[in-house]
């Protein structure tokens, strides 16, 4: 019986290791702090909206990449600290302040279920004064 028990349980834990985990919030959240686009770009939909303190629009997850990269380029990222996050409907948000040599910056983070993962569709970056 006992054996029996052993096997079920490690026959489990294949099966849930198998399965790929949703991105989280918090993982953006990592690759925010770091100001690491590579690291980002992962999470990135296939069309993501982006606000910015001069534009705002809605680019291809490769133009995406550009505009974040140019970002993080005029205002170098030394920290991402989370206020506030939740949940919706399986969609995920953060709120938080990206803290910039530029200055700081209050950032949403907005994530929507599409196929099996949560990924990045919208960011907004506003001044904080």
């Known amino acids: ?13 294949f099966i849930l290791i ?44 490769s133009q995406a990449e550009m505009i974040i990269r140019d970002f993080f380029i005029t205002n170098p990222v030394q920290n991402f600290q ?18 910039t040599s530029s200055g700081d910056f209050r950032t949403t983070l907005f994530m929507k279920i599409k196929g099996d993962r949560q990924m990045l569709q919208e960011l907004r970056f506003q001044p904080v004064e």
């Open 82 to 99: 989370v206020k506030h996050k939740g949940e919706n409907g399986g969609s995920q948000f953060c709120i938080g302040i990206l803290k």
């Open 1 to 13: 019986m006992n054996k029996f028990i052993g096997l079920t349980i490690i026959a489990a834990s």
């Open 18 to 61: 198998s399965f790929k985990p949703f991105f989280n919030i918090d993982d953006v959240a990592v690759a925010m702090r770091s100001g690491n686009i590579s690291q980002l770009s992962g999470y990135l939909d296939s069309r993501v909206d982006i606000s910015l303190p001069d534009k705002s629009d809605t680019y291809s997850k």
